[in-house]
């Protein structure tokens, strides 16, 4: 069988004689009397549409305007009657396919432009479902980067992790060689986050502050700090030696991409406000608040933990000496809030 025909006239012996030629040629043709059938019948499966122009009820331009609407994309060629090429240029200027005197008297000729416009239909057909067999290869290749990139992220969160595990392991099974450094990243990270939830900080640079506290003083692990045990106050060599472990913290952070803030935290959480801390010299705003909140919890473990050269300070004690030097070594602000935090039942509680 051929393609699919509708033809529409309203007089018997035009529309008998039409789909008897399409007939003729194996086409599946239906064929009614008007524009309002042709609305009724009209669907995806017809190939062409022949329509004369003259016709009651609905003529042939109001209905190819309602084809145009429903961007049915089916070729239509007019029948006019002799005399009547004006309606011709107007169904072309409305998008019809081709047209064809009536009656049809080169049957050839009639059956060549009905082949014509098939084969426009089929070419539509087929550009129709290239694109969509092309949007949905293109929508299938998006679903399936996405996956990828799914599991990417989840692959390089679980390297993150895997690589922050194995850091802090290193780290707390080098604190705990010491009985004077024993539990100190733990209790700074503590304090450190308890200031960071009392000033309010957004939840990423939370995730941040808890990292690069946990290593703050990895740089540690690299360097003999044996001098640390020895009686007595430590050489100025020695403190030389111990004043590296920030910079040496930093290159070992520094091929961690996903850790970039936190390097820098760590470099430069002996820095002072006021310029004179190590190792570089940088001072106020050049601090991140998040180093300037690590110095101060750092500071305050350390007065408050013994040490084999010095006793340790009270909790009352060792504020009153961050505020001593609020302006010059700790921000002021953060101090004040410190303060506030560790003279807490809670926060007490808590350490």
Same mark, same amino acid.
């Given at each position: 069988m051929?393609s699919r025909i ?14 008897k030629?399409l #007939?003729?040629f194996?086409? &599946? ?7 309002r059938?042709?609305?009724d019948?009209v669907? &995806?499966e017809?190939?062409v ?5 003259n016709?009651?009820? !609905?003529d042939?331009f109001?209905?190819?305007?309602f084809?145009n609407k429903?961007n049915?994309? /089916?070729?239509v060629?007019? $029948?006019t009657?002799?005399?009547? !090429?004006?309606?011709a240029v107007k ?8 047209f ?12 060549v432009?009905v082949? +014509?416009? =098939?084969e ?14 092309l949007e949905?290869?293109?929508l &299938?290749k998006?679903?399936e980067?996405?996956?990828?990139? /799914? ?9 993150e992790?895997a690589?922050?595990q194995?850091m802090s392991s290193l780290q707390a099974a !080098? ?7 024993a ?12 200031l960071?939830?009392?000033i309010? $900080? ?6 941040v502050l %808890? %990292?690069a ?6 740089g540690k ?5 044996s001098? /640390?045990?020895?009686?007595?106050k430590? #050489? ?5 030696? =111990?004043k ?12 961690l991409?996903f ?10 959480h002996?820095e ?5 801390g ?7 705003d ?5 180093? +300037?909140?690590?110095?101060?919890a750092d500071?305050?473990?350390a007065? #408050?933990?013994? %040490?084999?050269? +010095? %006793?340790?300070?009270?909790?009352v004690?060792a504020?009153?000496e $961050?505020r +001593?030097?609020?302006g010059?070594?700790f ?13 807490s039942?809670?926060a007490?509680?808590k350490?």
């Open positions: 051929g509708l033809i529409a006239d309203d007089d018997d012996l035009v529309r008998s004689a039409v789909k030629i #007939t003729m194996d086409h &599946d043709v239906v064929a009614v009397s008007s524009g059938e042709v609305v019948q669907s &995806d017809y190939d549409i022949v329509l004369d122009i016709m009651p009820d !609905m042939g109001e209905t190819l305007e084809l429903k049915l994309d /089916i070729p060629l007019f $029948l009657g002799a005399g009547s !090429m004006d309606y169904a072309i200027n409305l998008g019809a396919y081709d064809m005197t009536k009656p049809i008297e080169d049957i050839e000729l009639f059956h432009k082949r +014509r416009a =098939i426009k239909r089929t070419f539509i057909r087929h550009e129709k479902l290239y694109k969509q067999n949905s290869e293109v &299938d998006t679903k980067l996405a996956q990828k990139n /799914i599991l990417l992220e989840q692959y390089s969160e679980h390297l992790k690589t922050v194995i !080098m604190e705990e060689k010491d009985e004077y450094t539990g100190h990243t733990r209790r700074v990270t503590e304090l450190a986050m308890l960071g939830e009392a309010t $900080l957004p939840e990423q640079d939370k995730v %808890r %990292r506290s946990e290593f703050h003083d990895i692990l690299v360097i003999d700090l001098c /640390i045990q020895k009686p007595g430590l #050489t100025a060599e020695e403190w030389e030696l =111990i590296k472990h920030p910079e040496v913290g930093a290159n070992i952070v520094e091929p991409k850790m970039e803030r936190e390097c820098n935290i760590i470099r430069h002996h002072k406000i006021d310029g004179t190590y190792p570089d010299g940088i001072g106020g050049e601090l991140d608040l998040l180093t +300037r909140i690590i110095t101060v500071s305050f473990d007065m #408050t933990s013994r %040490r084999n050269y +010095r %006793r340790n300070l009270s909790t004690d504020v009153a $961050l +001593r030097c609020a010059s070594q921000d002021t602000e953060l101090v004040e809030a410190f303060a506030g935090v560790i003279f039942a809670d007490l509680y350490l």
